[in-house]
């Protein structure tokens, strides 16, 4: 069912989120649009409050083009009115200062050490940390243009090297997922999903 996008609930947001694939293409999200998405999707939790989350908005439609063959020809990244790339911050220990900038003296220096111990302890802490707080943003990203009344689809399938390469990303930053947003051409549709006694595992294995 369609719904006049300032009236979904958050579960009509929920319930109505699809992958979408196919979009009308010469679509604008106005500006203040477009920030107002990524200021809900700024809002996800993380861990100590890093904000992982970059986002690197591809709007141009050359730069689209080149999207295409860096994700196997998947036309979505082609048609969206916009792509973005989500970065996840492999060094997020460094913006701790600035996070606790506002917190007592002594409370700042211990989360800060806590921090720097935790990203130092072991090398995948920056990748799984990376990884796990931008897709939070991500899917945030995902619930915030439904709610406005845009379609979106993650993506998993692109080629990382390349798509740092053609981009200019910055070694600090890992590609954790191509999201195109945009407005539907055809609408997506629900998918199955599994029922709660195979999901769900209550106190313990
Ligand atoms: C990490 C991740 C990677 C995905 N990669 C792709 C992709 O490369 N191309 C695509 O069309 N859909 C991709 N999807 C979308 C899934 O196929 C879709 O979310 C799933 O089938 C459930 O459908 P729904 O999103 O409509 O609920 C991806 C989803 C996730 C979460």
């Not at 809002?43 to 141009?60: F, G």
């Not at 796990?132 to 090297?161: H, I």
């Amino acid at each position: 069912m369609e719904h006049t996008t300032e009236q979904l609930s958050g579960v009509q947001v929920i319930r109505e989120r699809h992958s979408v694939r196919q979009y009308q293409k010469g679509v604008t999200i106005p500006e203040a649009e477009l920030n107002e998405l990524f200021e809900l999707a700024g809002l996800a939790p993380s861990s100590w409050n890093l904000q992982h989350w970059r986002y690197l908005v591809v709007q141009d439609q050359a730069n689209k083009e080149k999207l295409l063959p860096l994700s196997f020809g998947q036309q979505q990244v082609v048609d969206a009115s916009v792509v973005v790339i989500v970065l996840g911050d492999l060094q997020a220990n460094l913006v701790a200062e600035e996070v606790f900038a506002g917190a007592p003296a002594e409370i700042k220096e211990r989360m800060v050490q806590q921090i720097n111990g935790a990203y130092a302890s072991n090398p995948q802490v920056a990748r799984d940390e990376a990884i796990r707080n931008a897709s939070l943003g991500a899917m945030q990203l995902m619930l915030a243009a439904k709610a406005k009344g845009y379609d979106s689809v993650p993506m998993g399938g692109f080629d990382p090297a390349g798509v740092v390469k053609e981009f200019g990303i910055p070694e600090r930053y890992i590609p954790v997922m191509l999201l195109p947003i945009g407005k539907a051409q055809t609408p997506g549709r629900a998918t199955e999903r599994f029922p709660l006694d195979k999901i769900v595992i209550r106190e313990r294995f």
